[in-house]
């Protein structure tokens, strides 16, 4: 850790128009395009989206692990209060698993097979905290205690193949929080996990989350599981980010129709849905070609020509809510009385 | 309930895999991934297997197609137990009972075109004449949301959402009538998923098909199921109509993974029922209830005794629970255990 805390920022990660963009030999794909989001201090922000949304590009380049042929365009990552950008190779190690750490969905391909428990936890201590072998494997013991692996002092000195799934995600959490980092960056944390085994590891991070008073990023299709952990919720759509709210807000009173799209296509265990789902139809284009105007129109029941030709900005209304979509703006030229909750078609 | 036609009887069905070990490769053990498995399906229903990994919902409905031979049971189909079959008689059958798996990736050979993917099953049925089976490509591909145009594409030209319309295509392509759908919408994104889930719907009502859906999604087996089993390593600890086993269900597992679903309302506080720990291997499953290592009800009798399958007051008819205590814990005279 670094000396006193710096407490000039507000916001513990700041991401401002950021670009990462794959090149092929003819072709750019802009993978994450002009995303801009903020995590306060302590808070838990939860970034939601399909396949090819960009949350994971998005999570990527903040740790700067975006390689060839991706590419890292433009914008800032103020991470407090510091352009990640602008920092060195040498730098970025100083801050990867030690201020920013991350989480990976397979707990089965990010841990190391040919080490032990121990081993892979004790690293962050003897790389970042000087520590010799005997102190990190006492550290390591610690963490899988916080972490609630029982018989911590056996589980240390086991390799992964002798952990089940929970477990190994378990061991991955006392790897990435070693070190007390600010900012816990989780991919997909649980989508590997059973539902029962899924609630104990949201229960851990939350426990932690507060213990430790530190920010989360989660990236998740769950729109359940965000409803559960997260403060603030950043929803995706092709390298955009088209609503960004506060959790309570975003589930009482969704905005944008691809977000109102998503949640009537889910079906609740909760809850009958009588006769077919709500469905978007078609499918997220491809990155190679898309939209001219906005990402969504193609799919949207209430595009107009207005949505087709031009691309909507991410306005930001009175309560710090921000929305992507015609429809809220002046300039709207379509049905004044819009409802978006009234949905006209349901293919199939 | 008793007026419905029984399509497919499972009785007593065993699924032991061997482990084997030591120089001389002997079985040294066995995987009991499902042991004593028991249920029918009616003509025309869809009956959904929910669990967690390693549960055995999907072996159980492998075993029931014979992609793994079964280690014990019988499994009737229209009244012919089908595993006394040899392979040519089973062939015939197979024309009947068709599967859609998991991953639309890796179950459709990339070296195929989608006709070619099509017709082989009407090839080997002869399901189809060869005359007519141009023109049942059309039509199946209409019927699952594709574009004729694209029989002659490969697999890798379509996406996730696309390539599982091959795989219900293929499956559909023998006018089969029992799907075994083993997580055939779990690898899909909700959106696409929401698409498929009523394709499959709008086709059970065209074809009058019956399905065993298998899946650990429980918001997804609600939309689509007439009725619901719930195994645990290898048993079934709950079977029920879709609206007992969510309103009134009796299984304190049952009851924990309702609870553990993440809900998107934010406004209803609900109260979990943590499980501690892992499911145990199914090498050595617990003794007794093989839910009592992780049950907070457990007793000294869930320990020794196997629980059976059983109705009792207040349940709906065909609605089982295997739980020792059941109506103890409804009435509340019997608290969850607090562990230290």
New interface residues.
């Given amino acids: 850790m670094t000396g006193a805390p710096d407490t000039s920022y507000d916001n513990i990660l700041e991401i401002k128009n950021l670009q990462t963009s794959f090149f092929t030999k003819d072709l750019e794909v802009k993978a994450v395009d002009g995303v801009s989001f903020s995590i306060p201090k302590g808070k838990v922000l939860g970034v939601v989206g399909?396949?090819g949304s960009g949350k994971s590009i998005t999570s990527l380049s903040i740790l700067r692990l975006i390689e060839e042929p991706g590419k890292v365009k433009g914008g800032e990552i103020l991470f407090k209060g510091e352009n990640l950008l602008n920092k060195s190779e040498a730098q970025m190690r100083k801050i990867r698993g030690n201020e920013i750490s991350m989480i990976f969905q397979e707990p089965m391909t990010s841990l190391n097979p040919t080490f032990t428990v121990g081993q892979q936890i004790g690293e962050s201590f003897r790389i970042h905290q000087g520590l010799s072998k005997k102190e990190a494997k006492k550290k390591s013991v610690d963490m899988l205690k916080l972490v609630g692996i029982?018989s911590p002092e056996k589980r240390v000195d086991q390799y992964p193949f002798e952990l089940?799934?929970?477990?190994r995600q378990r061991v991955m959490i006392a790897i990435a929080l070693a070190c007390n980092p600010d900012l816990l960056i989780a991919d997909e944390p649980t989508t590997a996990l059973?539902?029962?085994?899924?609630?104990?590891i949201?229960?851990l991070m939350k426990d932690l989350q507060k213990k430790l008073d530190m920010g989360i990023l989660l990236i998740t299709?769950?729109?359940?599981?965000?409803?559960?952990t997260c403060d603030y919720v950043a929803v995706m759509y092709c390298g955009k980010v088209v609503e960004f709210t506060d959790?309570?807000t975003l589930?009482?009173e969704p905005k944008h129709p691809y977000t109102v799209?998503?949640?009537e296509?889910?079906?609740?265990?909760?809850q009958?849905?009588e006769g077919?789902?709500?469905?978007?139809?078609g499918?997220?284009p491809s990155p190679a070609d898309m939209p001219k105007g906005c990402r969504f129109a193609p799919r949207c029941p209430f595009a107009t020509d207005l949505c087709r030709n031009k691309l909507p900005d991410l306005e930001t209304d009175e309560d710090g809510n921000q929305i992507r979509c015609w429809i809220y703006s002046d300039e709207w030229d379509g049905d004044p009385e819009v409802n978006v909750y009234e949905r006209s078609e349901?293919t199939? | 309930m008793s007026d419905q036609k029984v399509l497919l009887k499972v009785n007593e069905l065993k699924q032991y895999f061997p482990i084997k070990g030591g120089i001389f490769g002997r079985t040294v053990n066995h995987v009991k991934a499902v042991d004593d498995v028991s249920f029918e399906i009616f003509e025309g229903e869809t009956l959904s297997i929910v669990g967690?990994?390693g549960c055995g919902k999907s072996t159980t409905g492998r075993a029931i197609l014979r992609l793994d031979e079964p280690t014990a049971g019988e499994v009737e189909f229209d009244n012919t137990n089908i595993l006394e079959l040899d392979k040519k008689e089973m062939n015939k059958f197979r024309k009947d009972m068709q599967i859609i798996f998991q991953d639309p990736y890796a179950s459709i050979n990339p070296r195929h075109t989608v006709r070619q993917i099509l017709t082989e099953a009407m090839e080997i049925q002869n399901a189809v004449p060869k005359k007519e089976r141009n023109d049942r490509v059309k039509e199946l591909m209409d019927t699952v949301?594709l574009g004729p145009h694209q029989a002659d594409r490969y697999p890798h030209e379509f996406?996730?959402?696309?390539r599982q319309r091959i795989g219900i295509a293929r499956a559909l392509s023998v006018n089969p009538r029992l799907i075994i759908a083993d997580e055939a919408v779990s690898a899909l994104?909700?959106?696409?998923?929401?698409?498929v889930?009523?394709?499959l719907?709008?086709l059970q009502r065209e074809f009058k098909l019956t399905y065993l859906f298998i899946s650990?999604d429980?918001?997804?087996?609600?939309?689509?199921s007439d009725r619901i089993i719930v195994m645990y390593l290898g048993k079934i600890v709950e079977i029920a109509d879709k609206n007992s086993l969510?309103t009134n269900n009796m299984h304190p597992y049952t009851k924990?993974?309702?609870?553990?679903?993440?809900?998107?309302?934010?406004?209803k506080k609900k109260e979990?029922i943590?499980?501690k720990?892992?499911?145990p291997s199914p090498i050595d499953p617990p003794e007794g209830c093989r839910f009592h290592t992780r049950c907070p009800f457990a007793t000294d009798l869930c320990r020794t005794k196997v629980p059976e399958l059983r109705n009792t007051e207040g349940m709906k008819d065909g609605h089982r629970a295997a739980c020792h205590h059941m109506e103890a814990i409804r009435s509340g005279e019997h608290q969850a255990q607090v562990h230290a």
């Fill in positions: 399909e396949s029982p089940s799934g929970g477990m059973d539902v029962t085994i899924q609630a104990q949201l229960d299709h769950d729109l359940g599981v965000v409803a559960e959790k309570k589930f009482t799209g998503l949640m296509s889910i079906p609740q265990y909760d009958d849905v077919d789902l709500a469905v978007i139809k499918s997220v349901s199939s | 967690e990994s949301g996406s996730g959402g696309q994104d909700v959106s696409i998923q929401a698409q889930i009523n394709l719907k709008k650990h429980l918001g997804v087996v609600r939309h689509i969510f924990a993974l309702l609870s553990a679903i993440p809900s998107t309302d934010v406004e979990r943590m499980l720990g892992d499911v």
